[in-house]
């Protein structure tokens, strides 16, 4: 059986979670496809394998954003050696001049004058080899390609993949419902394994939105495959394993069958303060096939454990610039759906984006009575929230156990893990006493 290598990217900071995720493949689901883990690299994790393995992964993967199959690896100096190495393989072995083009290129530390022209010569050089070899071109499609074409390009050396996937893994085909900067699937999966959670815990997202974390946290617990209900890109190149390919797919299909009969009680729930946001979810969960969780509509200030036992809670509140909270502002004034110019479905969650003005800020008032309903509330339980604003804590009055840096594509984020015992609220600044006319005494 043939053997390659294949490269797995994934969001930053979930490098190490993606190494464990394919670990258990290998030896779990995906161990007929033998998959073989390597390195974990800045940006994803390597791993060795046939079609079967890269078959598995895309597939099973919850963490990775793409998989991709090394074609060829190089030194260069400048742009003339990045040509020759692509003219030099042979693609007409992979994909035919009728399939469209697209060609992408990242780079780190390289000496490279503009990447613009790199990725022009790579195509270029493709082209050449396919209307030597077949008398004709690829056309080239940006937006909708048949087939694509990565470099990554070092400070010595020029790696060129050929993508697998096509759409990026996280897109998993049932979400509809997705924001001005929503939460990546496969983002949510990992903070969901950074978290400790496993099925049979309870699991609580206060400002669950369209769902994102708990259809996740759904999936997982019925052993769902999260590429179940998509195409992937390897299905348009030549020499693929067919029959391999779709005896996993009926596999594929049978759990998603079995999860969407399941009448079993998961322990997962959701609340959020809009109820727009609510028949998203509830949409969103019709759509994947998924059994409908416990879903409730609650301001996350009012949230109160849904069980009497302590598990895991996970909430994505919002972050950015001008938002406020959805229901009531920091004025007192109630904003109303529609006012706000959309939602944020990165964590938009009981909060709207309102249009840029003098006064608007982020209210305060809101994140100390979110961290108090921790406090008084949720004793004994693993809260966790995502954020690029480093100060929460500080806002939420509380302290956290631990932080973990995380992008939500190219926005920098923080993990904060708070683990509410008796003593982790912050007290009140005492305020100085006031005389009667208001002047500090």
Avoid at 144 to 170: Q, W
Avoid at 283 to 300: C, I, S, W
Avoid at 339 to 360: L, M, N
Wanted: proline share 7%; with cysteine.
């Amino acid at each position: 059986m043939t053997q390659f290598d294949f490269f797995a990217p994934c969001p930053r900071g979930l490098e190490g979670p993606l190494a464990t995720e394919l670990r258990e493949l290998a030896s779990g689901v995906g161990a007929a496809a033998k998959i073989v883990p390597g390195a974990e690299t800045p940006g994803g994790v390597h791993f060795r394998g046939g079609w079967a393995a890269a078959f598995a992964v895309n597939l099973h993967s919850r963490i990775a954003s793409r998989v991709l199959l090394k074609i060829a690896t190089g030194p260069y100096k400048d742009e003339r050696d990045v040509f020759a190495l692509a003219l030099a393989q042979a693609w007409e072995e992979w994909f035919s001049a009728r399939q469209t083009l697209r060609v992408d290129v990242t780079a780190v530390k390289s000496p490279l004058k503009s990447l613009e022209f790199t990725t022009l010569r790579i195509k270029d050089a493709i082209c050449d080899r396919l209307r030597e070899k077949t008398g004709s071109r690829p056309d080239i499609d940006t937006a909708h390609p048949e087939v694509r074409v990565f470099a990554f390009v070092t400070a010595t050396h020029c790696t060129l993949y050929l993508d697998t996937s096509g759409e990026p893994l996280f897109k998993r085909g049932w979400r509809l419902d997705k924001g001005a900067a929503p939460l990546r699937e496969n983002l949510a999966a990992g903070i969901l394994r950074l978290s400790g959670w496993a099925p049979g815990q309870t699991l609580y997202d206060p400002m669950c939105g369209s769902g994102t974390f708990i259809a996740e946290a759904t999936q997982i617990a019925l052993g769902v495959p999260p590429g179940s209900d998509r195409r992937f890109a390897f299905e348009k190149l030549r020499g693929y394993d067919v029959s391999t390919w779709q005896q996993m797919k009926v596999d594929a299909m049978d759990l998603r069958r079995k999860a969407k009969s399941s009448r079993a009680h998961l322990g997962i729930y959701g609340s959020d303060i809009s109820g727009d946001m609510l028949q998203k979810a509830r949409a969103n969960f019709e759509r994947a096939g998924l059994p409908m969780p416990t879903l409730k509509q609650q301001d996350a200030r009012s949230m109160t454990p849904p069980v009497n036992v302590p598990g895991v809670l996970i909430a994505n509140p919002p972050y950015g610039e001008r938002i406020e909270v959805r229901g009531r502002n920091a004025r007192g004034e109630i904003v109303e759906r529609g006012q706000g110019g959309g939602r944020d479905d990165a964590g938009g969650r009981g909060f709207s984006r309102a249009q840029p003005s003098a006064e608007e800020s982020v209210d305060p008032e809101f994140f100390h009575a979110l961290g108090d309903a921790l406090k008084q509330r949720f004793v004994d339980w693993r809260a966790f929230v995502l954020t690029s604003d480093r100060g929460l804590p500080g806002l939420m009055r509380l302290r956290e156990s631990q932080k973990t840096p995380l992008y939500n594509g190219a926005l920098e984020c923080r993990l904060f893990r708070f683990d509410m015992q008796a003593g982790s609220l912050k007290p009140n600044k005492p305020r100085p006493a006031v005389d009667d006319s208001g002047a500090e005494a």
